[in-house]
């Protein structure tokens, strides 16, 4: 993504500090609850009710079993939002998958040993917000995954693009993104994430995402957020969230604008 000539650089040093006011947050944002054999970890991120993210921990068999207690299936199945086709069966597995994560019944849980704890955890969260997001197919003028539409608009323009990649970032965490975008002579190699329904949770965990990537790497690479508005606009201050991290907003309605920055050509 081409720098704004009036506005300073991200240097490694401020990136750093962005990552450590991130986590000091979430330090400050988590806490616990203990029950007999097990504990409740309630979380900064919050569901579609606007309600924190909960998780239960308990041991088995000499590891950690973290899960949801099946709330976020449920709480779907609710809003008669039934992975009873195959699209969704099959978007709910790649989802488990690419998190590594498990689904018992309702339940979508984990096994860690004390060591991995933090990442499973985080892949834990991750994974609920991803499906949590899926409410928005139950509507009846959402035809398809907004994912498999934006990956269909890339291969219909001819724009060189991968998909369903991980990279890993300064905070150790690894961080999965639905499109890659190669280097070009104009632009650097870019990160492009389709979103559904942008919230504050997913702005904020896709601007930390790439924050802790950029971090560690050697060269400068570029962030894209494509953002469905075809249900209700985006939120103008989440928009402006992704532009302070250098995440740039492409509105879905305005695809047509964004074919040659996706191509990367200069804007």
């Known amino acids: 993504m081409a720098a704004d ?6 240097n490694k040093n401020q990136c750093q500090q962005l990552i450590d006011e991130y986590l000091r947050w979430l330090k400050q944002e988590f806490a616990f609850a203990e029950f007999d054999a097990s504990c409740q970890i309630s979380t900064p991120f919050l569901d579609r009710h606007n309600d924190a993210i909960e998780i239960y ?3 088995r068999n000499g590891l950690l079993y973290l899960t949801d207690d099946g709330y976020t299936i449920r709480d779907l199945r609710s809003c008669n939002m039934e992975f009873s086709t195959e699209k969704r069966k099959a978007h709910l597995t790649a989802v488990l998958n690419g998190f590594g994560v498990k689904l018992d019944k309702d339940e979508i849980y984990v096994e860690a040993s004390s060591e991995d704890f933090p990442k499973k955890k ?4 991750q994974a609920i917000l991803a499906i949590n997001d899926m409410f ?3 509507e009846e003028h959402v035809l398809s995954l907004f994912k498999e539409d934006v990956a269909l608009f890339l291969e219909s323009h001819h724009v060189p693009a991968f998909s369903d990649f991980k990279l890993s970032g300064k ?3 690894d961080h999965k993104f639905d499109f890659g975008l190669p280097k070009t002579q104009e632009k650097p190699q870019r990160l492009l994430q389709a979103i559904n329904s ?44 992704l532009r302070v991290y250098d995440v740039e907003p492409l509105i879905w309605s305005h695809r047509q604008e ?4 996706l191509n990367g050509s200069p804007r």
Do not use: Q, Y
């Open 258 to 261: 964004f074919i040659p920055r």
């Open 171 to 173: 905070s150790g965490f």
């Open 198 to 241: 942008l919230t504050k949770d997913n702005a904020t965990s896709l601007a930390f995402a790439v924050a802790d990537i950029r971090a560690i790497r050697p060269e400068p690479i570029g962030a894209l957020a494509v953002i469905n508005d075809s249900i209700r606009p985006p939120n103008e201050e989440h928009l402006a969230a």
């Open 122 to 125: 985080h892949n834990l969260l």
């Open 57 to 59: 921990v308990e041991k």
């Open 5 to 10: 000539p009036d506005l300073p650089l991200m």
């Open 136 to 138: 928005v197919m139950a």
